[in-house]
């Protein structure tokens, strides 16, 4: 039943919205059919309007004449019959919407006109600008109308030509402020600096309107315009036009005629194009009418067809439906049983871990179990190929499961084995490279360890690809400068990456570590592959609240907008396709990101290369300080030097120290009138005499040194030799450099190169020059540190 009913449904959706479709289409044409009608009496409305307001400059030109006057009354029932074809064509119009909305306050300023005409006859609370701006907006707003007419329901060359008419409207209202702003001007007999300038605007106008026409109206338009003919008012007033354009300000308005003929020959102008304005009105109305008609017939054939359609699908789901009813109802329960049920089943053993072949077997048979066939009629034939298509389908599926779980097996094994074999080299290059000592084979062996270590990425790759986790867990945690090193010791190209940013107290969790450096590995290399050799990758990490945020940034290119969020959708979600096979460090990195709970954003720098944000939540994380070193043990007191001549036997007190005498002040040598001055107090007396002080009474017993009477046989009472043996010089420093540019560290060998050896030979002294230089040294220092009497 629901199979019959269903199209039956679908059918009657479809016929609905197209017959609303095709209702909503044909109102909109009638309403756009009825603005049209309205514009063109509003066109003609304008015209009147504008004369109208001719007539009322000429009253104020000419003092209230009677001629005048009464000219100015004709006109205005001239208007008001317009005016009433006008209110007469909005009838049943919306003008809550859409362009009519204009109209409200249109017929709000066309109910006061018959004020306005009042103050022009009496004269009083009326100016003639303030007249001509109140016509103005009257007519400023049936323009606007017609303007709006292209924004209504109807196609694209339409509405050019609508738009086309709007500019030669804006163009003939240009002429009529040119004719009012004259007349004034006109009977004063000299033209004004604001006449000349609304002149000069008004002009300006109406040739870019005739320019804006020309460029939107159609060829057969260009020529009505062009090819229209000129009577003797029309080439007055063009030569009248062109005689008030080039008169200056200030300067003399002598045009030949009152202002009344200057008023009729603007109006002939005015009018021949009104003419070729109602025209070509005319002929949008009569088009948009009928496409009105057509959308119309074009409504009823549609609902003809529709109905016809109805019927037919009813009588034939009707004869459907008592052939078919109860096998299908059958038929889906069986079906519906199998898709919501046995398949999903089997599928969810099918993606257990560790799934015998048995296991497997029995969910296969179970989900191919066939559906009983009613018949050898088609609904029978339809039930046994989809009883064969379940049974192929389940062996399908389980032997995708099984051998995709050998793969994911043998991927495994062969990443821990290969991660084995590396941890073997790395090993060996360790020994090697402690043992090396010529520099260049240094290097080499240190060129090699770095590429042996960036072999891990791969291997990480192939663990998580097969269903684990990159590395093992570590027991204890590292500091995440460890981290980030080790991350850098990964990638190839490593001298370029700046990493001094790194908060040395954060400690990374040891459940982490090997995957956060694989990680971080992958997107280091995304960034020194896809950026200038010559500039450097930056990383930083700064701990935040709960969060532990990393910034990896380069100055390549950058991404744009649809690559940045193709890249950010493959890191939140893995897809396994050819784009995953060839470049799968995105890959790696969403499928640690989704397991750790780690947060990465791609933020692309436009022309200045891309910022990779990565935040790792709190509990993989902590600080913890750093342990400051032991301070080393006290240095030993220094040895007592060896005594290298004989004893004195002579001693020697020596003064006490003593504050220096304070100096005089000094005085102004250029003053003759000022005197010196002198330190007060008594002078001390010179030579001051020495006096021994108790801090040296022990050294200067025994001393003869410090006698200045002593002789050289006192001081020196015999001479001793001392042999000094040069030590054996260091072997020669090899100069031996990390890949980091780091030296070296070699057990026994000195950080600096120790000065040449050469033989000490001591040579004998003469005692009597030693005598007086130890004389003249005590003497110089007792006199240093005297104290004043």
């Not at 000419?62 to 208007?79: H, N, W």
């Not at 702003?181 to 033209?191: D, F």
């Not at 960036?454 to 990159?470: C, E, M, N, P």
């Not at 009138?673 to 005499?689: I, K, N, R, T, Y």
Request: hydrophobic share 45%.
């Amino acid at each position: 039943m629901l199979l019959v009913t269903l199209p039956v449904a679908l059918v009657l959706a479809l016929t609905a919205f197209t017959a609303v479709t095709s209702l909503s289409a044909t109102a909109q044409t009638g309403v756009a059919r009825q603005l049209v009608d309205v514009g063109v009496t509003g066109s003609r409305l304008s015209e009147q309007l504008q004369r109208e307001r001719a007539a009322a400059a000429l009253v104020f030109a000419q003092a209230s004449s009677p001629e005048a006057i009464e000219a100015y009354r004709q006109q205005g029932e001239v208007t008001d019959r317009a005016r009433a074809s006008f209110v007469a064509a909005e009838v049943g119009l919306d003008t809550s919407t859409g362009p009519a909305t204009v109209l409200r306050r249109l017929d709000t300023q066309l109910a006061a006109l018959p004020l306005l005409r009042e103050q022009v006859r009496s004269g009083r609370d009326a100016t003639q600008s303030l007249v001509v701006f109140r016509y103005g907006a009257l007519i400023s707003g049936l323009l606007g109308f017609g303007q709006a007419l292209s924004q209504t329901d109807v196609d694209s060359s339409t509405a050019d030509r609508f738009r086309a008419v709007s500019t030669l409207a804006r163009s003939i209202e240009a002429l009529g402020v040119l004719q009012v702003t004259v007349v004034p001007a006109l009977s004063a007999g000299e033209m004004t600096p604001a006449a000349q300038q609304q002149v000069i605007a008004a002009d300006a106008a109406f040739t870019d309107s005739q320019e804006s026409f020309r460029q939107l109206a159609p060829p057969v338009w260009q020529a009505l315009l062009t090819s229209q003919p000129g009577g003797k008012q029309i080439l007055a007033g063009e030569r009248l036009q062109g005689v008030v354009v080039q008169t200056d300000a200030s300067q003399p308005l002598d045009l030949g005629v009152r202002p009344a003929g200057w008023v009729n020959a603007m109006n002939a102008r005015m009018q021949q194009l009104h003419q070729l304005e109602d025209q070509l009105l005319g002929e949008e109305l009569a088009a948009v009418t009928r496409e009105r008609d057509r959308q119309r017939r074009d409504t009823l054939v549609l609902g003809i067809l529709v109905l016809t359609c109805l019927v037919t699908v009813a009588v034939i789901g009707w004869w459907v439906t008592r052939s078919m009813t109860a096998p299908l109802v059958r038929a889906a329960g069986e079906a519906t049983g199998v898709a919501l049920s046995r398949l999903p089943t089997m599928e969810r053993r099918l993606n257990e871990r560790g799934v015998s072949r048995q296991e497997l077997d029995e969910a296969i048979e179970v989900a191919a179990r066939p559906l009983p066939v009613p018949g050898h009629d088609e609904i029978g034939v339809v039930i046994a190929a989809f009883n064969d298509v379940l049974a192929i389908a389940a062996r399908i599926a389980a032997g995708q499961a099984q051998y995709r779980e050998i793969v994911a097996e043998a991927f495994k094994t062969q990443a821990y084995e290969q991660q084995r074999r590396i941890d073997a080299i790395t090993a060996s290059l360790d020994v090697q490279e402690k043992s090396e000592e010529d520099s260049q084979r240094l290097q080499r062996l240190f060129q090699l360890d770095q590429q042996v270590t960036t072999l891990l990425r791969s291997i990480g790759t192939l663990q998580l690809f097969a269903g684990g986790r990159v590395g093992r867990p570590r027991q204890e945690p590292v500091r995440l400068t460890d981290v980030v090193t080790a991350a850098v010791g990964r990638v190839e190209g490593y001298e370029r990456v700046e990493h001094a940013k790194v908060e040395l107290e954060v400690m990374v969790s040891g459940d982490l570590v090997d995957e956060l450096i694989h990680l971080l590995a992958e997107l280091l290399h995304n960034a020194l592959r896809y950026s200038a050799k010559n500039r450097p990758v930056e990383v930083t990490a700064r701990p935040k609240q709960d969060r532990l945020y990393l910034e990896i940034r380069d100055y390549g290119l950058g991404l744009n907008a649809e690559q940045q969020q193709d890249m950010q959708h493959r890191i939140e979600n893995f897809t396994l396709d050819e784009f995953t096979a060839r470049h799968y460090g995105l890959a790696t990195v969403g499928l640690i990101a989704t397991r750790r709970d780690i947060t990465v954003r791609l933020n692309s720098l436009a022309k200045d290369g891309t910022s990779v944000e990565i935040a790792v939540p709190s509990p993989l994380f902590w600080r913890q300080p750093v342990a400051l070193p032991p301070p080393p043990p006290p240095s030993p007191p220094p040895a007592a030097p060896r005594a290298v001549m004989s004893r004195p036997e002579v001693t020697m007190q020596l003064p006490a120290v003593s504050p220096r005498t304070r100096m005089p002040t000094a005085v102004d040598a250029a003053t003759p009138s000022q005197g010196l001055a002198v330190a007060e107090g008594p002078q001390p007396d010179w030579p001051m005499p020495r006096t021994a002080a108790p801090i040296y009474d022990t050294v200067a017993a025994g001393h003869p040194l410090f006698n200045p009477g002593a002789s050289a046989d006192q001081v020196f009472s015999r001479p001793v030799t001392v042999e000094f043996l040069p030590a054996k010089p260091p072997p020669p420093r090899q100069a031996a450099t990390t890949a980091g540019g780091l030296p070296v560290r070699v057990p026994g060998r000195t950080a600096y190169d120790p000065p040449p050896a050469s033989a000490v030979i001591p040579q004998q002294r003469d005692p009597e020059a030693a005598v007086a230089q130890w004389s003249s040294f005590g003497a110089g220092s007792a006199d240093a540190f005297a104290v004043p009497k």
